[in-house]
């Protein structure tokens, strides 16, 4: 890999980028910066990139237009989206079309730095993935996809429809696979309204404060799964089964399942 | 202008028609009439004709020629006959009423001999119709019927002594009356005048019938609408019409009603989707073009915090940059969610235990201040239906707001809560109001207590100016713009139009003076006496739904009190006294979840005793 840079950064703010650029060198991350998504693509075409942070609003072409480019041309490079107007709308959409996170404007250092962790575990993965071959131990399952039946949001967060209307919803494995161990995680209370694309669940983990799960589906939370907040590694041990976070009620699922994708369908 | 109305072209339609009709039957009428008379005239001068001969036939045989005359000569005398003649057959007047004729000869195309000698040769025969003509002796004369009656030969004519006539003759002359016309052709007229008048007097009942029925059932509802829809083009959507008729027009007029009505409610809602959705853009926009700077500062705030972590005075000061830009990043949030205005997400609960919780919530800082909490709720609440987050808010923000007032050494807040029952009188906020044009009296700019006042033009004792009103049906809160005495009258307009408030026509049961009248866009009318002092206001509307049960949350505070020429301020969004402290969109915010609710919230305040903030939040509605 020649001129693999770390990470490609997008927006047309001179003071996010640099600021962006000092977080990353503090980390000992290689960045690029653009203002546009033109310039971005050109970049893109030249250099290798394990992750890019693309603002939404930008000036002539907009950052999901990107996201189109990329799937179009086939270029796996993970995205981070981030945008000043940071509404559930551009969460669920970003996340819909192709981006692996959301990370509303303004962040912290760590909230960039947590997100940036989670991007270039979840490049790796992908890569290994994808090049087999470099792979060390040859064998080893990378992470386990959801089940057949499940929607997900992204690579976030899985819901599943049950029998009798209500739905479960939980944490992908692959989620789990680009944050270190999980100590803890907070969950909501019963008989409260989740929306879908806002957090739902904070999880704590070794290198980060908190990452935030967003909901992939909107409803009143009716049962929570109390047993993982005292056992999280249930969580890990079988995300899509026993670890389950909350049993809903859906409020708008035939609108909502139009930003979901199913889990028969590869992440990458 | 008035050639185009529906009425009057009716009223030509119908009268031509009754013209034309009562004309050609007139005509026939009359035609049928006169021939009927003269056919009856005829036959009876024929008759008369008839009994003159039988009359001068014996005189004839026997030849006395002054018989026959004095006979001629008697007859003639009658008023009617004008003449009476016998001729013989080569035209010598024999016998004649007029004795100068006697000896003449008659002209054969004289009318008398016409019918005969139209030919050369003259006829010997001739039917009894032929035997009549009608002319005129002059040109000015009236009409006469001249009846001819040939005198036929027969056997005792040529048997006679007097050999006069010979046997081969068939005609020996002829018997010739006049009879005039006169009275025959007066009757004619006049039962021509009487048609015409006859023809007339229907045109004209015909027409005013029908004109007034056309008025009653066309006109008068047509008008009505007429007036109706410039009213409603004019902005007034709350005009009924009245008096609604049972036919076709009544369900246009029906439907008209129906339409004004959606149309309010259209416009209603237009506004306000219009208002929150370029609210939405103004808070979008803002969100946006702030959250940019806002990282610069966050990301370097919290990436210097990051690498400052063994300088401590350092890490503090950045840690305050960092909380600080954070609540600003909440505060934006916030901005976007109102924009948003999630809809409350109601829900059955208690509204004491969203008050524990509240507390619980602000525990810490009240423990830090020395508050004392007392509490005194009461058990028999029932669950109200409510968002119990966004309650949750407004008791936080008030428990906080009272903590913040106590200032340093300690006090108490009480929280009590109880249920209570009220009238719709003294509470019931009047929210939106108008003349009967439909302008809007509702002023944002001047509030009583908090909320927006009725705003009216005022004319007493040659003073001009506005007085603001207590929009709480049954408050009197109001602010008079001008000097105003409780002896004297006043006059309200809308302060747009111009248009009287009073109802002249009506007067308050209490002090007999004039009342104001002004209206709402779903609730009736609200009613209120002018005169100063005296407290009567009716609104049907809404005291007829009786009374309703509410549950009361009380919250004071020992604190320093709110200055009285603030409080009127409170609930202004970034109004605030807490300086660098507040954003001042606190009470706003509970304000407008109050009154999301249909709740009220009132405050009662003395500086440096404390404040009392009271909320009323309606029970569940069956």
């Known amino acids: 890999m020649n001129n693999l840079i770390d990470i490609l950064i997008v927006d047309d703010e001179k003071v996010i980028l640099d600021s962006v650029e000092r977080i990353c060198s503090f980390e000992n991350l290689k960045t690029d910066k653009v203002y546009s998504v033109n310039e971005a693509i050109k970049k893109i075409q030249k250099k290798n990139y394990r992750l890019i942070i693309c603002d939404i609003m930008l000036p002539e072409i907009d950052g999901f237009e990107l996201l189109e480019y990329l799937r179009t041309s086939e270029i796996e490079t993970p995205v981070i989206m981030t945008t000043g107007y940071s509404t559930v709308e551009n969460a669920v959409q970003s996340l819909y079309k192709g981006a692996i996170d959301f990370l509303p404007k303004p962040f912290t250092a760590d909230e960039l730095c947590c997100a940036i962790h989670r991007g270039l575990k979840l490049a790796d993965i992908q890569y290994k993935l994808n090049h087999p071959e470099k792979n060390d131990n040859y064998d080893s399952v990378l992470y386990v996809p959801c089940p057949p039946k499940y929607l997900r949001l992204g690579y976030y967060s899985w819901v599943f429809k049950e029998f009798d209307g209500n739905v479960l919803i939980g944490i992908t494995d692959l989620f789990l696979k680009t944050m270190d161990s999980v100590k803890s995680i907070n969950l909501i209370t019963q008989n409260v309204e989740i929306v879908q694309g806002y957090s739902c669940a904070n999880i704590e983990t070794g290198d980060c404060e908190e990452h935030m799960v967003l909901s992939p589906i909107t409803g009143r939370i009716i049962e929570v799964n109390n047993k993982i907040e005292s056992e999280a590694s249930i969580l890990e041990k079988n995300p899509y089964f026993e670890g389950w976070l909350y049993r809903l009620i859906p409020s708008n699922y035939e609108q909502e399942i139009k930003y979901l994708t199913s889990c028969s369908t590869e992440m990458f | ?622």
């Open chain 2, 1 to 622: 202008m008035w050639l185009k109305k529906i009425a009057l072209k009716l009223i030509l339609a119908v009268g031509i028609t009754t013209i034309s009709i009562i004309s050609v039957y007139s005509y026939f009428n009359i035609v049928s009439q006169s021939d009927a008379l003269l056919a009856e005239v005829e036959r009876h001068a024929i008759q008369q004709s008839e009994t003159i001969k039988s009359s001068t036939r014996y005189g004839m045989l026997l030849n006395l020629r002054d018989h026959i005359h004095e006979n001629i000569n008697t007859i003639g005398l009658q008023s009617c006959i004008k003449g009476v003649r016998i001729f013989n057959k080569v035209g010598e007047i024999i016998y004649s009423s007029n004795t100068n004729d006697i000896g003449t000869f008659v002209d054969k195309k004289a009318e008398s001999c016409y019918a005969c000698h139209v030919a050369d040769q003259p006829l010997e025969r001739l039917t009894t119709k032929e035997r009549t003509r009608i002319f005129r002796l002059s040109e000015d004369s009236s009409r006469v019927l001249g009846v001819i009656n040939p005198i036929y030969s027969e056997q005792s004519c040529w048997d006679a002594d007097c050999h006069a006539h010979s046997k081969d003759q068939k005609v020996l002359g002829v018997l010739d009356i006049t009879i005039c016309l006169v009275d025959v052709d007066k009757q004619l007229e006049e039962s021509k005048i009487k048609v015409v008048i006859f023809a007339v007097f229907s045109i004209f009942a015909i027409s005013s019938i029908i004109g007034l029925f056309v008025k009653k059932w066309v006109d008068k509802p047509v008008t009505d609408l007429v007036d109706a829809t410039k009213l409603v083009a004019s902005g007034n959507f709350i005009y009924k019409i009245k008096n609604v008729s049972k036919d076709e027009l009544g369900d246009l007029q029906k439907s008209f009603n129906l339409m004004t009505k959606k149309l309010a409610e259209a416009r209603k809602q237009l506004f306000q989707s219009d208002k929150m959705a370029s609210m939405g853009r103004l808070a979008a926009g803002v969100a946006h073009e702030i959250n940019n700077p806002l990282t610069g500062i966050l990301s370097y705030s919290s990436f210097l915090l990051k690498r400052a972590e063994r300088n401590s005075e350092l890490k503090n000061d950045l840690k305050v940059i960092v909380s600080e830009t954070m609540r600003c990043r909440d505060i934006v949030k916030s901005l976007l969610d109102f924009a948003r205005q999630s809809v409350p997400k109601k829900n059955k609960s208690d509204i004491n235990q969203i008050i524990e919780r509240s507390l619980t919530v602000v525990e810490n800082q009240l423990n830090i201040k020395k508050i004392n909490v007392m509490k005194n709720f009461a058990s028999n609440l029932p669950e109200i239906i409510v968002d119990i987050n966004q309650i949750q808010q407004v008791f936080v923000n008030l428990i906080v707001n009272a903590a913040d007032a106590t200032g340093e050494y300690g006090g108490t807040i009480t929280l009590s809560t109880s249920l209570i029952s009220l009238s719709p009188f003294g509470i019931t906020q009047i929210k939106n109001a108008t003349c009967p044009k439909n302008h809007n009296l509702m002023d944002n700019d001047f509030k009583i207590n908090g909320m927006p006042s009725i705003k009216m033009k005022a004319i007493t004792d040659g003073n001009e100016g506005y007085i603001n009103f207590d929009p709480v049906y049954g408050k009197h809160k109001n602010h008079y713009g001008l000097p105003f005495s409780k002896k004297k009258l006043v006059e309200l307009y809308c302060p747009e139009c111009n248009t009287p408030m009073v109802d002249k026509t009506l007067f308050c049961p209490k002090c007999n003076s004039p009342i104001y009248k002004i209206f709402t866009t779903d609730q009736g009318n609200i009613e209120g006496c002018t005169k100063l002092g005296c407290h009567w206001q009716r609104w049907k509307e809404i005291d007829s739904q009786g009374e309703r049960q509410y549950i009361e949350i009380d919250v004071s505070d020992t604190g320093c009190g709110i200055k009285k020429e603030n409080i009127d301020r409170i609930y202004e969004p970034f109004y605030s006294t807490k300086g660098q402290k507040g954003t001042g969109l606190g009470l706003s915010v509970i304000w407008g979840i109050i009154d999301n609710h249909k709740g009220r919230i009132t405050v009662k305040s003395e500086e440096g005793k404390g404040t009392n903030f009271k909320i009323i939040i309606p029970g569940s509605v069956n």
